[in-house]
Every structure is written in structure tokens, then in C-alpha cells.
């Protein structure tokens, strides 16, 4: 690693340009103007942003609010976490434990550091973790494994259904480090009562792994109050879908990354909420006017990314459909099921209910959130079998009336790269046009984004979408 590269820490960094980043709205027009010349490598993402209005401030202030938890957590006297994505957070701050996302991490990095992540990538290799890995974990584990970023107290994660990768992830930092682990199973069945109640067991002996890490008993008061207001965010997030639906879209696709990322980061807490209100009330007033979410109001296409996003440096992914008017319909990342999301609709023991009863109740919510993560419910065996990627996939496609679906995932996704191309046929049998694309979406260096821009010009080009 380049000496200037470790001259911070990355999340010291991270947190000290978006903290700056969420004041940037604070001034007058003409001090934002001159701002954004002064920040020439992430002035894209500030600005999207921005313009957005108060939603992409709200975002920035999270960010912001979140990284700070994270370098402040030792002085503070709180256990930090290091996490998936595909973590629950509402348990985890049940405990006063500061969840450190990986994927998370990794994506902040790109958007807004001017070389991105590729040192801290290669830095895990360095000391001996495989380069086959998942890049979404290694960019931000690079910074922890060279000590450039706080160091965890523990590491839960969750099995993103058969990901070997990821899973190697946190099994390979929990030994570099010398700390506990933690990891939830999956069934290879998702909705019968056996596997719920061994999703049940497993949640429990991950409470008690959190009860012994923390000295702290579980507070039912505390975590109710975090998995009502958690119902809240789902209730709103339920409603942006919905409204996804609508010809032309309202939502401005970025909206995709918001809801995600806010829930990877601080789902369970007010400023998510809050965040999700605003989304959703830009998004009601766009569908009045009868406007599409983007910059220009019109709709040239729709797509439906069926796995993740692209976190090219400076969110270019964004910016570029939004200048192209093609509406982002949502990633498998956007789906969280809900049992009253529009696409758990007539398949409800796929969906889970948040109750807070009892303990027990909210116990079997937490089970029934986290075994239905992104990517551990659509990945956990057959992409075709029922319940999983393909079957996921159509539904999407069609209630979301998508023109095309894309797919865009990392070098180390063996699990999909073996399934991709049959997924991609079936779509186009069924005569949803289904575009693969070899890139890595953490790491322009195995495909450049100026590459994935010009597959995708032809793609919708050749088959005369959005004409
Ligand atoms: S993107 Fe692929 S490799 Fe990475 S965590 Fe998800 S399933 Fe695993």
C-alpha cells in the first residue's frame, strides 16, 4: 500500500468528507457553486445529491451520522460490530452495538474517494485473502485488515444464501483479527415451519452470543421501540414500490440506493424514517404531476437491475441513467420482503410481518427479516427452484413493467456467474430482453464504466428499446 495511503484512516476520511459534504446545502447558491469546483472527483455524487433536494441532503447527513458513530463508537464507550449487509441492524442497536457494514463501507469509498478502493482491495491479498473473493467486502476490509479504520470488538454476519465468498469474508477477518464471530445459517428452504424454526433457534443463540460480547441482558422495551419504528420504515418502503409501478415511474431511480443503503446502515433508527418520509412524499407529488423521477420528468425505458448496482467512482451509474431518462426500477437490493411489499402479493409465507408482542414474536420477526435478506433468499440454492432468483426475477419484471433487465455483479459472485446466462434465457423466452454485464461493480479496473455504458447503448439500441 502506497505510503500517502495510509496516512488516514479510510473511514476517518469517509466521515470527514461527507460531514463537509452534508453542510454543503447550508450556504448560498453561489458558495455551493464554488464548492462543487473544489471537489472534482466526487462532484458528481454531491451533486446528484444535492439536487435532489432535501432527500439527497437527508442521505448525506445519515452517511454522515453513521460514519461518525462508527469512529466515535470507542470513545463512546459502544461495541462496534463488524457486519454484512445482510444484518439485521435493529438487533444490533437493541444492544448499543454500532453495526460496521462492509458492503457498505466499500460503496461509500468508491463514490467519494478520488482513487477509489482498489489499494485497500489489493491490500487483502496482500495479506493472504483470496483475489476470488467478492470485491463488496474487500475494499472497506483492506482498511480494516491494515488497521486504517476502527477496529471491531466482534463480527456477526449473516450467509448470503450459498456465497462462499462472502462468507470466507468474515471468517478470514475474524481469524487476522483474534475476534469473536458470529455467523447466522440458512436452511436450504425458506418458508416451511422447519426451517423457520431453526432460523428461530439460530436467532437466539445469536442473541446470546451478543449478551455475552456486550454484558448486557436484551432490553424488550428497547427493542420493540427499534422494530415499530422499523415497521414504519417497511410501511413506507411498501408504498415507494407501489408507486414504482406507475407509468411513467416517480421516483428518481437513485431512491434505489437511498432505501437500501439507509437500511444496510441505520434501518430501525428516526433518521432512516425520516428519510423514507421525504422519498416518499416527492415521490406522491411526481405521480400527481404524472412525471417520471428524472431530472427531465420523461421516461424512455425502464430497467430492472436484478442483482446489484454498479458503484462506479463518482456514482456515474446514477447520473448516467438519469441523463439518458431511463428509470431505474430497483436492484434484488431494493427487496426486502415485506409481507405487504407488491411483490410478495399472493406468495405471503415468502414475505415476513414484523410483530412485537412478545418476545418470542419479535424474536421470529428478526428470523424472518434477516433469512430473507438480499441475496440469502433469491441465492440460497437452483436459481430456479421456487422462491429464488428466477422466480423472483419475472414477478419483478413484469409487476415493475421493466423494458429490459440488466445484470451487473462482481468477479467473485461464483454463485450467480453460474447461473446467469440460464437466467438471462429464460427472461428472454418469456420476452423480457435480459442484458449480462462483465463488470465488477466495485472495481472499474476488470471493466471500465465508459465499456459498460457503450453494452449498454448497443444493447438498447440493437433491440429498439425506449424508441
Ligand atoms: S455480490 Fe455475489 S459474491 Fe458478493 S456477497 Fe453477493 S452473492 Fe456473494
Same mark, same amino acid.
Given at each position: 500500500?502506497?505510503?500517502?495511503?495510509?496516512?488516514?484512516?479510510?473511514?476517518?476520511?469517509?466521515?470527514?468528507?461527507?460531514?463537509?459534504?452534508?453542510?454543503?446545502?447550508?450556504?448560498?447558491?453561489?458558495?455551493?457553486?464554488? #464548492?462543487?469546483?473544489?471537489?472534482?472527483?466526487?462532484? &458528481?455524487?454531491?451533486?446528484?445529491?444535492?439536487?435532489?433536494?432535501?432527500?439527497?441532503?437527508?442521505? #448525506?447527513?445519515?452517511?454522515?451520522?453513521?460514519?461518525?458513530?462508527?469512529?466515535?463508537?470507542?470513545?463512546?464507550?459502544?461495541?462496534?460490530?463488524?457486519?454484512? @449487509?445482510?444484518?439485521?441492524?435493529?438487533?444490533?442497536?437493541?444492544?448499543?452495538?454500532?453495526?460496521?457494514?462492509?458492503?457498505?463501507? !466499500?460503496?461509500?469509498?468508491?463514490?467519494?474517494?478520488?482513487?477509489?478502493?482498489?489499494?485497500?482491495?489489493?491490500?487483502?491479498? &496482500?495479506?493472504?485473502?483470496?483475489?476470488?473473493?467478492?470485491?463488496?467486502?474487500?475494499?472497506?476490509?483492506?482498511?480494516?485488515?491494515?488497521?486504517?479504520?476502527?477496529?471491531?470488538?466482534?463480527?456477526?454476519?449473516?450467509?448470503?444464501?450459498?456465497?462462499?465468498?462472502?462468507?470466507?469474508? @468474515?471468517? *478470514?477477518?475474524?481469524?487476522?483479527?483474534?475476534?469473536?464471530?458470529?455467523? $447466522?445459517?440458512?436452511?436450504?428452504?425458506?418458508?416451511?415451519?422447519?426451517?423457520?424454526?431453526?432460523?428461530?433457534?439460530?436467532?437466539?443463540?445469536?442473541?446470546?452470543?451478543?449478551?455475552?460480547?456486550?454484558?448486557? !441482558?436484551?432490553?424488550?422495551?428497547?427493542?420493540?421501540?427499534?422494530?415499530? &419504528?422499523?415497521?414504519?420504515?417497511?410501511?413506507?418502503?411498501?408504498? #415507494?414500490?407501489?408507486?414504482?409501478?406507475?407509468?411513467?415511474?416517480?421516483?428518481?431511480?437513485?431512491?434505489?440506493?437511498?432505501?437500501?443503503?439507509?437500511? *444496510?446502515?441505520?434501518?430501525?433508527?428516526? &433518521?432512516?424514517?425520516? #428519510?423514507?418520509?421525504?422519498?416518499?412524499?416527492?415521490?406522491?407529488?411526481?405521480?400527481?404531476?404524472?412525471?417520471?423521477?428524472?431530472?427531465?420528468?420523461?421516461?424512455?425505458?425502464?430497467?430492472?437491475?436484478?442483482?446489484?448496482?454498479?458503484?462506479?467512482?463518482?456514482?456515474?451509474?446514477?447520473?448516467?441513467?438519469?441523463?439518458?431518462?431511463?428509470?431505474? $426500477?430497483?436492484?434484488? $437490493?431494493?427487496?426486502?420482503?415485506?409481507?405487504?411489499?407488491?411483490?410478495?402479493?399472493?406468495?405471503?409465507?415468502?414475505?415476513?410481518?414484523?410483530?412485537?408482542?412478545?418476545?418470542?414474536?419479535?424474536?421470529?420477526?428478526?428470523?424472518?427479516?434477516?433469512?430473507?435478506?438480499?441475496?440469502?433468499?433469491?441465492?440460497?440454492?437452483?436459481?430456479?427452484?421456487?422462491?429464488?432468483?428466477?422466480?423472483?426475477?419475472?414477478?419483478?419484471?413484469?409487476?415493475?413493467?421493466?423494458?429490459?433487465?440488466?445484470?451487473?455483479? !462482481?468477479?467473485?459472485?461464483?454463485?450467480?456467474?453460474?447461473?446467469?446466462?440460464?437466467?438471462?434465457?429464460?427472461?428472454?423466452?418469456?420476452?423480457?430482453?435480459?442484458?449480462? $454485464?462483465?463488470?465488477?461493480?466495485?472495481?472499474?479496473?476488470?471493466?471500465?464504466?465508459?465499456?459498460?455504458?457503450?453494452?449498454?447503448?448497443?444493447?438498447?439500441?440493437?433491440?429498439?428499446?425506449?424508441?
Amino acid at each position: 500500500m502506497k505510503q500517502e495511503t495510509t496516512e488516514y484512516n479510510y473511514d476517518w476520511m469517509l466521515w470527514s468528507i461527507l460531514e463537509n459534504a452534508a453542510g454543503s446545502d447550508d450556504g448560498t447558491a453561489k458558495e455551493y457553486r464554488a #464548492l462543487i469546483s473544489l471537489v472534482p472527483h466526487f462532484r &458528481e455524487v454531491l451533486d446528484a445529491l444535492v439536487r435532489c433536494g432535501r432527500e439527497g441532503v437527508l442521505l #448525506l447527513k445519515l452517511l454522515a451520522r453513521y460514519l461518525r458513530q462508527c469512529i466515535e463508537a470507542k470513545e463512546r464507550g459502544k461495541r462496534i460490530a463488524l457486519t454484512s @449487509f445482510c444484518v439485521a441492524t435493529p438487533i444490533l442497536y437493541a444492544f448499543d452495538v454500532v453495526p460496521m457494514c462492509l458492503e457498505a463501507l !466499500t460503496v461509500l469509498g468508491t463514490f467519494v474517494l478520488r482513487r477509489g478502493t482498489a489499494e485497500y482491495l489489493d491490500y487483502c491479498c &496482500e495479506v493472504g485473502f483470496t483475489e476470488t473473493s467478492c470485491s463488496a467486502q474487500r475494499g472497506a476490509l483492506g482498511a480494516v485488515l491494515a488497521g486504517l479504520a476502527v477496529r471491531p470488538d466482534f463480527i456477526v454476519c449473516d450467509s448470503p444464501g450459498i456465497c462462499d465468498t462472502n462468507a470466507n469474508s @468474515f471468517a *478470514f477477518a475474524g481469524a487476522y483479527l483474534d475476534v469473536p464471530f458470529f455467523q $447466522l445459517n440458512y436452511p436450504p428452504t425458506l418458508a416451511d415451519e422447519r426451517a423457520n424454526a431453526y432460523h428461530h433457534r439460530d436467532f437466539r443463540h445469536l442473541i446470546s452470543f451478543l449478551e455475552e460480547q456486550t454484558g448486557r !441482558t436484551l432490553q424488550e422495551t428497547v427493542l420493540s421501540d427499534i422494530l415499530q &419504528e422499523t415497521r414504519i420504515q417497511d410501511e413506507i418502503s411498501c408504498e #415507494l414500490m407501489e408507486l414504482q409501478r406507475l407509468v411513467p415511474a416517480p421516483a428518481p431511480g437513485i431512491y434505489d440506493l437511498m432505501l437500501y443503503g439507509g437500511k *444496510f446502515m441505520m434501518g430501525g433508527t428516526p &433518521e432512516y424514517t425520516e #428519510l423514507l418520509r421525504s422519498m416518499v412524499k416527492r415521490a406522491r407529488e411526481n405521480a400527481k404531476r404524472g412525471i417520471a423521477g428524472t431530472t427531465t420528468g420523461r421516461e424512455r425505458a425502464r430497467g430492472l437491475f436484478c442483482y446489484i448496482d454498479h458503484y462506479t467512482t463518482d456514482m456515474r451509474f446514477w447520473s448516467w441513467l438519469n441523463d439518458h431518462d431511463i428509470t431505474h $426500477l430497483g436492484s434484488m $437490493l431494493f427487496t426486502f420482503w415485506q409481507e405487504d411489499a407488491c411483490y410478495a402479493r399472493g406468495r405471503e409465507e415468502e414475505g415476513y410481518r414484523i410483530e412485537t408482542g412478545t418476545l418470542d414474536d419479535m424474536i421470529g420477526s428478526l428470523a424472518g427479516q434477516m433469512s430473507r435478506m438480499p441475496m440469502v433468499k433469491q441465492i440460497r440454492g437452483p436459481y430456479d427452484a421456487p422462491h429464488m432468483w428466477l422466480d423472483d426475477t419475472i414477478c419483478a419484471a413484469r409487476l415493475f413493467k421493466a423494458d429490459f433487465v440488466a445484470y451487473i455483479g !462482481t468477479m467473485g459472485c461464483r454463485n450467480t456467474w453460474g447461473m446467469v446466462k440460464l437466467l438471462a434465457r429464460d427472461l428472454e423466452r418469456l420476452g423480457i430482453p435480459a442484458l449480462v $454485464l462483465y463488470a465488477d461493480a466495485f472495481d472499474d479496473r476488470i471493466q471500465s464504466w465508459e465499456a459498460i455504458t457503450d453494452r449498454i447503448e448497443e444493447f438498447i439500441h440493437l433491440r429498439r428499446i425506449g424508441v
